[in-house]
């Protein structure tokens, strides 16, 4: 299982703010907003984007959208959708010891 974040800034300011927060995952920059246009996260008139998680497995296949996302309890959020995805999860400390199909995960709840 892969995660990363999305976000309209530029990769400079990505980058600072990831380092800030000591992220152990990308934050990948759309500053053209073409992406966020095209997963219809921008807000009509004023093309700020939306908070949304996108499920995507690993065909490419859409498996859900969270589009009420609250930062403060996302990282179990996150879990319980993997869970009902049927994405299995991976102890703490066998993140890398999985049978590399992709479908193993960390526990987001960090």
Do not use: C
Request: proline share 5%; no cysteine; hydrophobic share 35%.
């Amino acid at each position: 299982m892969a995660y990363f974040a999305a976000s309209t800034d530029d990769p400079k300011t990505n980058r600072k703010f990831a380092e800030s927060l000591k992220l152990d995952y990308p934050i990948l920059s759309d500053p053209d907003k073409k992406v966020g246009k095209a997963y219809g996260v921008l807000i009509p008139l004023i093309g700020l984007p939306r908070r949304w998680t996108f499920f995507i497995d690993r065909e490419g296949i859409l498996r859900h959208i969270e589009k009420s996302v609250d930062a403060a309890a996302h990282g179990a959020q996150v879990v319980k959708k993997l869970e009902e995805l049927g994405v299995p999860q991976v102890e703490k400390g066998d993140e890398g010891k999985g049978d590399g199909s992709g479908e193993d995960r960390k526990d987001a709840e960090k």
